[in-house]
C-alpha cells in the first residue's frame, strides 16, 4: 500500500522556522520525485517545492525561493521542507506527492498538515 505520510505543521509567528516532513512506503523512493504544495483556504493548491530522489534535483516556486529548503534521506525515505522567515502568507495546508518526476502528474498524495503563521 502506497503512503505518504506529512508531519510537521504547526502554529509559528512570523519570521519563524517549521520543518516539514514526509515519509513515504509502498513504493520505490529512488524511482520517483516528491513535492510540496500547499493550499491555502479558498485558493487553488499551488506547487512549493519538488524533490528528485534519483539525483536529488531541486525546484522551488519563486514565492520560497531563499526561505524554504528540500531536502531528501534516501535511508529514512523521508523528504524535508525546511521552511524559514515564514510569513503570514505561508499560511496553509501542505501536502506532498509523489510523481515520476517534478514536472510530471503526481501520482500518490498524502494527508496535509497544517501551517498557521501569526503575524
Known amino acids: 500500500e502506497v503512503q505518504l505520510q506529512a508531519s510537521g505543521g504547526g502554529l509559528v509567528q512570523a519570521g519563524g522556522s517549521l520543518r516539514l516532513s514526509c515519509t513515504a512506503s509502498?513504493?520505490?523512493?529512488?524511482?520517483?520525485?516528491i513535492g510540496w504544495f500547499l493550499q491555502a483556504p479558498g485558493k487553488e493548491r499551488e506547487g512549493v517545492s519538488c524533490?528528485?530522489?534519483?539525483?536529488?534535483?531541486?525546484e522551488y516556486a519563486s514565492s520560497v525561493k531563499g526561505r524554504f529548503t528540500i531536502s531528501s534521506d534516501k535511508a529514512k525515505n523521508t523528504v524535508y521542507l525546511q521552511m524559514n522567515s515564514l510569513k503570514p502568507e505561508d499560511t496553509a495546508v501542505y501536502y506532498c506527492?509523489?510523481?515520476?518526476?517534478?514536472?510530471?502528474?503526481?501520482?500518490?498524495w498524502g494527508q496535509g498538515t497544517q501551517v498557521t503563521v501569526s503575524s
Open positions: 524533490i528528485s530522489s534519483s539525483d536529488g534535483t531541486t
Open positions: 506527492a509523489a510523481a515520476k518526476g517534478c514536472y510530471v502528474e503526481f501520482e500518490y
Open positions: 509502498g513504493f520505490t523512493f529512488s524511482d520517483y520525485a
